[in-house]
């Protein structure tokens, strides 16, 4: 089983910008520093059919989860990611 393969929902691009943009924002990064977002299925019990991971390349990596798909995270999903690491 592989609780982390990539969905076949395809997200919006300006959507994926937009989350990019709000996470260089909230921890206030050089425009330089790379950001990956993926939207991933999970199948383990209880998990929700899609959730988002995000991996900030600073050293060390940052790394968050939200337990939503791409298309319906909100600015305070990613604070909320942000302030609990």
């Not at 989860?65 to 999903?77: R, S």
């Amino acid at each position: 089983m592989n609780l982390f393969s990539k969905s076949n929902a395809r997200a919006e691009p300006e959507r994926v910008q937009q989350i990019k943009t709000w996470i260089y924002e909230l921890l206030k990064l050089d425009l330089d520093t790379p950001i990956s977002i993926i939207q991933l299925r999970c199948t383990e019990p209880g998990c929700p059919l899609l959730e988002t991971a995000i991996a900030v390349m600073t050293v060390p990596t940052k790394t968050y989860k939200i337990h939503k798909p791409i298309a319906e995270i909100a600015f305070t999903d990613i604070a909320n990611a942000m302030q609990q690491k």
